[in-house]
């Protein structure tokens, strides 16, 4: 079974700072694509990033970035100069590619708090 | 960008009532994916259509049944709701890999219903 493991249920960072939020997936596929959605308190889903596991380098998206480790199996989040609009959950999610499975596997969630 | 459409946000209903929720996907996206979350939990897969035919089914209740359109909107029918039902229920949308045969690899979210049982 394939599954996404967020250890951390909640975080809190100062405002300006950067917080790196982990994630861990189980898979035997060896094609796959992970992302990090944020869920605000509007309960939009929102994409964040983008990773795809053939794909060494690490994925950016201006003040967010992660880091892929593929053998560890290991995708975490950092968000650089945090920001009060970045309080969220943020989710990491996982799918396999190939095949008709095309349903996002989630965490848990960790919930981040940017303190003034 | 056009975004996924859901409707209605809303929704209020008494046990053992039917509900129907709208997805109305990104312009030239052909697969659609609704998911449930409840309270505090992550969300969880319940069925997925690509080009109208069920693509692949989750945990949906046997009382659950959805379908996809010609115009590739997708509505989920809810019947003899019970308490447990009361959620946010997303609809995503994708477009099919058509050169590698495989599902594509992002979803886009909608804004959610909020179906509240009572």
């Known amino acids: 079974a394939q599954t996404v493991t967020q250890s951390q249920p909640e975080m809190s960072v100062q405002e300006a700072e950067t917080v790196t939020l982990s994630c861990t997936y189980d898979?035997?596929?060896?094609?796959?694509?992970l992302f990090w959605y944020k869920q605000p308190p509007s309960r939009q889903m929102i994409l964040v990033i983008r990773q795809e596991a053939y794909k060494q380098q690490n994925a950016t998206e201006n003040r967010f970035s992660v880091n892929f480790q593929k053998a560890a199996k290991s995708f975490s989040l950092k968000i650089s100069d945090s920001q009060l609009g970045d309080t969220a959950m943020y989710f990491c999610?996982?799918?396999?590619?190939?095949?008709?499975?095309?349903?996002?596997?989630f965490g848990k969630g960790t919930k981040l708090s940017v303190k003034p | 960008a056009a975004g996924v459409i859901q409707s209605p946000r809303h929704l209020i209903k008494e046990k053992r009532e039917t509900a129907t929720l709208k997805c109305y996907p990104i312009p030239r996206h052909d697969t659609v994916y609704w998911y449930q979350q409840g309270p505090g939990q992550d969300p969880q897969f319940l069925i997925s259509f690509y080009e109208k035919m069920q693509s692949d089914k989750g945990s949906i209740p046997d009382r659950f049944s959805a379908q996809q359109f010609s115009d590739y909107h997708s509505e989920l029918n809810m019947s003899s709701l019970e308490l447990g039902d009361s959620a946010l229920y997303f609809c995503?949308?994708?477009?099919?890999?058509?050169?590698?045969?495989?599902?594509?690899?992002?979803?886009?979210f909608g804004p959610g219903t909020r179906l509240t049982v009572l």
């Open positions: 999610a996982f799918i396999p590619v190939g095949g008709s499975q095309g349903n996002l596997i």
């Open positions: 995503a949308s994708s477009s099919w890999g058509r050169s590698s045969g495989q599902a594509s690899d992002t979803q886009y």
């Open positions: 898979t035997s596929e060896n094609n796959y694509y």
